[in-house]
């Protein structure tokens, strides 16, 4: 029953590093979304891919890439991370966006 | 720009009493409506979903939708302290591409 799983769960990167976020699911669904949380911001949606083999920007994509590998896995990367990507950053899935998410547990993001 | 407006709060209610949580839409289109509670430090979770005009209810929560307004409410009958976190009302965009905004959230707080 894992659902949404995302690695790592926490990191701390220094200015100008690279990284990449990992997500996977096991629900079988068709989309698959990147957002960020920051306090007082609320979830903004950084990337989505609504299909495999399909990915789309969001509110807020700059400083980020993202790749579709397959049906279950969608990755995000930081090529040069910045204080600004500070952040909590969730993936989440769904069958269609018209039935809700699933959110996988979170990474806790820290560039100094 | 598509926006979701909440009151972020804290709305305190006592133990028992029924809490009230309100959002509001910009996107007259919009067709699909969620609510997701979030504890502190964790992932949102769904909880209701709604997608015609009145009431739907699922034990404790009742879901409001009322369109030609663009409101959407959540009540919490008989609340618990486990009931304490905060509540993010999410609108999918009426654009098709399976996209959802998010508000910014209620934090509630029930005193036992």
């Known amino acids: 029953n894992a659902g949404v799983t995302q690695t790592p769960k926490f990191q701390v990167l220094k200015t100008g590093q690279s990284m990449t976020l990992q997500c996977a699911q096991d629900?079988?669904?068709?989309?698959m979304y990147w957002y960020r949380q920051d306090p007082g911001m609320g979830l903004r949606l950084i990337y989505y891919s609504a299909s495999e083999g399909t990915t789309d920007k969001g509110e807020v994509p700059n400083g980020y890439n993202v790749s579709r590998l397959n049906k279950r896995e969608f990755s995000l990367r930081l090529e040069s991370a910045a204080p600004s990507q500070t952040s909590v950053y969730f993936c989440?899935?769904?069958?269609?966006?018209?039935?809700?998410?699933?959110f996988g547990s979170g990474t806790r993001l820290t560039v100094v | 720009q598509k926006e979701v407006e909440q009151n972020s709060g804290p709305l305190s209610v006592p133990e028992g009493a029924i809490a009230s949580l309100n959002c509001t839409y910009s996107d007259r289109g919009s067709q699909s409506f969620f609510w997701y509670r979030q504890y502190s430090g964790k992932s949102p979770e769904l909880i209701m979903s709604?997608?015609?005009?009145g009431d739907k209810e699922d034990g404790r929560f009742t879901a409001q939708l009322n369109k030609a307004s663009q409101y959407v409410s959540l009540l919490i009958r008989d609340s618990q302290p486990s009931d304490s976190a905060t509540y993010l009302c999410?609108?999918?965009?009426?654009?098709?591409?399976?996209?959802?905004?998010f508000g910014t959230g209620t934090k509630l707080q029930v005193i036992p």
């Open positions: 999410a609108v999918a965009d009426s654009g098709g591409y399976q996209k959802v905004t």
């Open positions: 629900m079988n669904h068709n989309s």
């Open positions: 989440a899935s769904s069958e269609t966006g018209e039935r809700g998410y699933t």
């Open positions: 709604i997608y015609s005009n």
